[in-house]
Nanobody, 126 residues
Framework: AVHLVESGGGSVQPGGSLKLSCVAS????????LAWFRQAPGGAREAVAS????????YYADHAKGRFTVSQDKSTNTVYLQMSALRSEDSGMYYC???????????????????WGQGTQVTVSR
């Protein structure tokens, strides 16, 4: 199993920015994709972004396009989520996940990720 540790969450005002980090204990041939999901209180878990680490292909949910950027540092097995122009509806627990992932039409499926971190809280409010 891949051990994942997220960090970087916090409280920010609407319009602000945050950068989340996820350090993976390893990246294997069976878990080449690292993704970010989020879950608001009482809400369903939803995909945010994913990166296919071997080639750096990136996928974004519609709500993240143009505002969020997913990137990686292969030397440290770290994936980042730079979030800008944050809105109150972006609040929630953000989770990092590792798995085989998917392509443009399937990457968002939580079932494609086997290992999950504990999450980091993001709160956007005045």
């Amino acid at each position: 199993a891949v051990h994942l540790v997220e960090s970087g969450g916090g409280s920010v005002q609407p319009g602000g920015s945050l950068k989340l980090s996820c350090v993976a204990s390893t990246i294997t041939a069976n878990t080449p994709a690292l993704a970010w999901f989020r879950q608001a209180p009482g809400g369903a878990r939803e995909a945010v972004a994913s990166i296919y680490t071997p080639v750096g292909s990136r996928y974004y949910a519609d709500h993240a396009k143009g505002r969020f950027t997913v990137s990686q540092d292969k030397s440290t097995n770290t994936v980042y989520l730079q979030m800008s122009a944050l809105r109150s509806e972006d609040s929630g627990m953000y989770y990092c996940a590792a798995g085989r992932g998917g392509l443009w039409d399937t990457w968002h499926r939580a079932s494609l990720y086997d290992d999950w971190g504990q999450g980091t809280q993001v709160t956007v409010s005045r």
